[in-house]
């Protein structure tokens, strides 16, 4: 019975850990998502002094931390996704808006 629960348990990781990848495509060694090229998506606006930290196009304005995003890829303002009948947001619809490329200033 023991070896049951153990072989059943490290399918079921298996299965968990197989569902996480990512359908990407890649060009010249670099993976790309088909929806970036997507440009219906607003740019977010970067907080004077901080790097990692943009304001989000969306009401209420809040501001996101976005450590660890590249520039050019979307993420999601969950502040705007709707509550679900479990009383959790529902990240499925929350906003979607784009980190833009960091601005060079010239001197």
């Known amino acids: 019975m023991k070896k049951f629960i153990t072989l059943t348990f490290s ?16 060009v010249g060694g670099e993976a790309l998502n088909p929806v970036i090229a997507n440009s219906k998506y607003p740019d977010a606006h970067p907080v004077a002094g901080e790097s990692n930290k943009f304001i989000s196009p969306y009401r209420p304005y809040n501001v996101i931390n976005v ?28 906003k979607i808006f784009r980190i833009p490329a960091p601005t060079t200033s010239a001197q």
């Not at 399918?11 to 890649?26: E, G, K, Q, R, Y």
């Open 11 to 26: 399918s079921l990781a298996v299965i968990t850990f197989s569902s996480c990848t990512n359908d990407t495509t890649t």
């Open 67 to 94: 450590k660890g995003v590249r520039p050019g890829l979307l993420v999601r303002d969950i502040s705007t996704a709707k509550t679900g009948a479990n009383g959790k947001p529902d990240l499925a619809t929350a």
